[in-house]
C-alpha cells in the first residue's frame, strides 16, 4: 500500500511541462487571435518565435529542447529537420490545394519568370552579400550558403496573403502568384543547395588532396548533380506528386459518388496527402517538399476539393496549430548567444548582411522585371512582391539538410576540417538571416500602418474647432446639431421610432418593421458577411411615394420570395451532402413543418 508521501508525490517530467504549456500559450493565443491578427496585425510566427525564446534555456529554461533529445545536439538537430520536413509537406498541399482550378497551367509564364530567372538572381546576389559579409569563405561556399535562402517561405507567405488586411489591400491575382511561387520554388531549392556541395565534396579538398571517398572533380560532381538531383529528386518527385494526386482524387470522387465517405474523413484527406508523401519520399531519398506541392495542385485540378471546403475552418485550425508549435521550437533551438559569441562572423557583419540580404536579396529584380508579369499592374504591387519575400521554415529545411550532408564527409572517419568551419557559417547565418526575416516581416504590416495613421491621429488631435473657442459648442462632437444642412437624412422608420402611430400601422407594425430595415451585420471570427443585393445608398429613405419597400429591395431574408434572391453561403454552395447531414436536414424539415405561424399548426403523420 503506498504511503501518503508516495501518493501526493509531483511529477513534473519534461512531458507534463510542455503539453501543459503548449495548451496554455496556444489558449491565451486564442483568446487573443482576433485583437493580434485582425486589429494589431501582428503575425502568430513572430509571436510564437519570441515566446520559445522567452521559455527557452536562454531565458526561463521552461523549453528544454537538450533534454527532450537525451542531451545530444545531433538529436535536436534530427528533430528539428523532421519537424520542418511534417510542417512544410502540410502546408505545400495545403498550399497546392487553395489555388484556383488549373493555375499552374495557366499562369505558367509568370511562374516561370518568378522560378526562372528571378530565382537564379536571388540566388547570386544573397550569395555575394554572404561573400562579402563573412570572412574567410570561398565563393563556392557562399553560394552554398546563399542557396539556403534563396526560396521563399511558404509558411510565412501564408501568413501574409491571408487576413483582413491581404483582403482589403492585396488582389485575389496577386495572393493567388505569392502562393504559387513561394510553393514551388521551396521545392526547387534543392538544385542550388546541392550543386555547391557535391563541388565543396569533390573540389574542396580542405587541405586533404586525393583523400579517399572525395575524389573525381568536378566532372564527378556534375554526375552526381544532373543524375541525383535533378533525375532522381526533382523529376521523380514532380511525377510522383501528380501520380499520387491523381489516384488520391479518383479515389474520393469515387467513395463521394457511393456515399462511402463521411464528412470529417472528407476535411482531413488533404492532410492525409501529405503526411502519406512525406513518409514514402522520404523513404526513397527524394525531394518530398517539391512532391507535396505539384499533389496539391493536382488533386484540386478540377477545383472540385476547394469549392466543398470553402466553409470548413479544419484546414485553418491544423494550419494554426502547426505554426504555432514548429515557431515556438524555432525559439527554443535558435541558437541566439551564438550570434553574437562565434569564430565565423562578427555580430557586426551579421546584422549588415541581415539587412542587405532583406533589402537586395528579391526586390530590385521584381521591380526591373515586373512590367512582363500580368498579375503585377503597378509599382505598389511590385513592391508589395519584392519585399514580401520571407525566410523562414523553408530556410530551416535546407540549413539542417546541409548539415546533414556535411556530416558525410569525412577524412578518416572524422569530418573534414572544411566541412566543420562551413557548418558553423551554415548555423550561425541561416538562423540569423530567418529571425530578421520573421521580425521584420512579421512587424512590416503594423508599422505601415501605425505610420499611415499617425499623421492622421495628430492631424485630428492637434485640429481645433473655431466655435469651440468661443464656447459655443464643443470641439468633439459625435454628429452636427439638428437643423444643420449637412445633417445625415435617416429613414422615416428610424425618425418616427418613438412617435404614436396609426392603429394600422401599429397593427402591421410586427410584420413589417423588422422588412423596413436592414438586419446589422455581425462579425465573426474576423469576416464580415456582406450582402450583394443590398442598395448602393444606405442613406437614402427606404420609403417611396407608394408606401414602404418590400425586404426583398433591401437584400434582407424575410419571410417572402426575397430569400431566393440572397447570395448562397458557401455550405450552400456544396454540391456535396453527405449521410448526416441528409438526416439532420430531413429531421429539420419535419420539425419546421409542425410549427406553424400565429394559430395555425400542421402536423406531419
Given at each position: 500500500m503506498p504511503t501518503a508521501q508516495e501518493t501526493l508525490e509531483f511529477k513534473v517530467t519534461n512531458f507534463n511541462i510542455i503539453v501543459a504549456f503548449l495548451g496554455a500559450f496556444i489558449s491565451l493565443l486564442g483568446l487573443v487571435s482576433f485583437l493580434i491578427k485582425e486589429r494589431l496585425y501582428l503575425s502568430e510566427p513572430l509571436i510564437s518565435l519570441l515566446t520559445g525564446l522567452t521559455f527557452s534555456p536562454h531565458a526561463a529554461n521552461l523549453i528544454r529542447p537538450l533534454d527532450y533529445a537525451q542531451g545530444s545536439e545531433l538529436n535536436v538537430d534530427a528533430i528539428t529537420l523532421y519537424f520542418t520536413h511534417l510542417v512544410l509537406g502540410v502546408q505545400l498541399v495545403l498550399a497546392g490545394i487553395q489555388l484556383p482550378s488549373k493555375y499552374v497551367k495557366a499562369n505558367w509564364k509568370g511562374l516561370s519568370m518568378m522560378l526562372g530567372p528571378i530565382m537564379c538572381a536571388m540566388w547570386m546576389s544573397t550569395s555575394m552579400i554572404v561573400w562579402a559579409m563573412v570572412p574567410n569563405i570561398s565563393f563556392l561556399q557562399a553560394l552554398a550558403v546563399g542557396s539556403c535562402v534563396t526560396p521563399t517561405d511558404p509558411v510565412l507567405s501564408n501568413n501574409i496573403v491571408k487576413g483582413r488586411f491581404a483582403d482589403n489591400n492585396i488582389p485575389k491575382a496577386l495572393q493567388n502568384l505569392v502562393i504559387s511561387e513561394s510553393g514551388a520554388n521551396d521545392g526547387l531549392g534543392y538544385p542550388f543547395l546541392f550543386l555547391a556541395l557535391y563541388l565543396i565534396q569533390y573540389t574542396h579538398d580542405g587541405g586533404y588532396s586525393g583523400s579517399l571517398g572525395n575524389t573525381g572533380g568536378a566532372g564527378k560532381a556534375m554526375g552526381y548533380w544532373f543524375g541525383i538531383t535533378w533525375f532522381y529528386v526533382i523529376i521523380m518527385s514532380t511525377l510522383y506528386g501528380v501520380v499520387v494526386g491523381w489516384l488520391f482524387k479518383e479515389m474520393l470522387h469515387w467513395?463521394?459518388?457511393?456515399?462511402?465517405?463521411?464528412?470529417?474523413?472528407?476535411?482531413?484527406?488533404?492532410?492525409?496527402?501529405?503526411?502519406?508523401?512525406?513518409?514514402?519520399?522520404?523513404?526513397?531519398?527524394?525531394?518530398?517538399?517539391?512532391?507535396?506541392?505539384?499533389?496539391?495542385?493536382?488533386?484540386?485540378?478540377?477545383?472540385?476539393?476547394?469549392?466543398?471546403?470553402?466553409?470548413?475552418?479544419?484546414?485553418?485550425?491544423?494550419?494554426?496549430?502547426?505554426?504555432?508549435?514548429?515557431?515556438?521550437?524555432?525559439?527554443?533551438?535558435?541558437?541566439?548567444?551564438?550570434?553574437?559569441?562565434?569564430?565565423?562572423?562578427?555580430?557586426?557583419?551579421?546584422?549588415?548582411?541581415?539587412?542587405?540580404?532583406?533589402?537586395?536579396?528579391?526586390?530590385?529584380?521584381?521591380?526591373?522585371?515586373?512590367?512582363?508579369?500580368?498579375?503585377?499592374?503597378?509599382?505598389?504591387?511590385?513592391?508589395?512582391?519584392?519585399?514580401?519575400?520571407?525566410?523562414?521554415?523553408?530556410?530551416?529545411?535546407?540549413?539542417?539538410?546541409?548539415?546533414?550532408?556535411?556530416?558525410?564527409?569525412?577524412?578518416?572517419?572524422?569530418?573534414?576540417?572544411?566541412?566543420?568551419?562551413?557548418?558553423?557559417?551554415?548555423?550561425?547565418?541561416?538562423?540569423?538571416?530567418?529571425?530578421?526575416?520573421?521580425?521584420?516581416?512579421?512587424?512590416?504590416?503594423?508599422?505601415?500602418?501605425?505610420?499611415?495613421?499617425?499623421?492622421?491621429?495628430?492631424?485630428?488631435?492637434?485640429?481645433?474647432?473655431?466655435?469651440?473657442?468661443?464656447?459655443?459648442?464643443?470641439?468633439?462632437?459625435?454628429?452636427?446639431?439638428?437643423?444643420?444642412?449637412?445633417?445625415?437624412?435617416?429613414?422615416?422608420?428610424?425618425?418616427?421610432?418613438?412617435?404614436t402611430k396609426s392603429k394600422k400601422s401599429s397593427v402591421d407594425s410586427t410584420t413589417t418593421d423588422s422588412n423596413q430595415l436592414p438586419r446589422p451585420i455581425f462579425r465573426i471570427g474576423g469576416t464580415v458577411m456582406h450582402d450583394s443585393q443590398a442598395p448602393a445608398d444606405t442613406h437614402s429613405s427606404p420609403e417611396t411615394a407608394n408606401g414602404p419597400l418590400d425586404a426583398s429591395k433591401l437584400g434582407v431574408p424575410g419571410n417572402n420570395a426575397s430569400d431566393q434572391s440572397r447570395p448562397q453561403t458557401p455550405s450552400e454552395r456544396r454540391s456535396i451532402r453527405f449521410g448526416d447531414e441528409d438526416n439532420k436536414s430531413t429531421r429539420s424539415a419535419m420539425s419546421s413543418n409542425t410549427i406553424g405561424d400565429g394559430s395555425h399548426r400542421s402536423h406531419v403523420t
Open positions: 467513395a463521394e459518388k457511393h456515399k462511402y465517405v463521411d464528412r470529417e474523413s472528407f476535411l482531413v484527406f488533404a492532410v492525409t496527402i501529405a503526411l502519406f508523401i512525406v513518409g514514402t519520399l522520404g523513404m526513397l531519398g527524394s525531394d518530398d517538399i517539391l512532391a507535396c506541392f505539384v499533389a496539391g495542385n493536382t488533386f484540386n485540378w478540377d477545383d472540385w476539393f476547394r469549392q466543398e471546403t470553402e466553409d470548413d475552418s479544419f484546414q485553418p485550425t491544423i494550419d494554426m496549430l502547426l505554426n504555432v508549435s514548429i515557431f515556438l521550437w524555432y525559439g527554443a533551438v535558435c541558437p541566439w548567444y551564438e550570434f553574437a559569441h562565434n569564430d565565423a562572423i562578427p555580430i557586426y557583419r551579421l546584422i549588415f548582411l541581415g539587412i542587405l540580404v532583406l533589402l537586395l536579396r528579391r526586390l530590385p529584380y521584381i521591380l526591373l522585371i515586373h512590367k512582363h508579369m500580368r498579375h503585377i499592374h503597378s509599382w505598389s504591387h511590385a513592391l508589395f512582391v519584392g519585399f514580401f519575400g520571407p525566410i523562414g521554415v523553408s530556410a530551416i529545411f535546407y540549413l539542417y539538410t546541409a548539415l546533414e550532408f556535411l556530416r558525410s564527409i569525412e577524412v578518416d572517419g572524422q569530418q573534414r576540417p572544411d566541412a566543420v568551419k562551413l557548418s558553423e557559417v551554415f548555423r550561425i547565418v541561416v538562423w540569423f538571416m530567418a529571425v530578421c526575416s520573421i521580425i521584420v516581416h512579421g512587424l512590416s504590416v503594423p508599422l505601415g500602418k501605425l505610420g499611415v495613421r499617425m499623421p492622421r491621429a495628430l492631424s485630428r488631435a492637434l485640429s481645433s474647432d473655431p466655435g469651440s473657442q468661443n464656447g459655443d459648442q464643443p470641439a468633439f462632437q459625435v454628429r452636427p446639431p439638428t437643423g444643420e444642412k449637412d445633417e445625415p437624412k435617416l429613414p422615416s422608420v428610424a425618425r418616427h421610432r418613438g412617435k
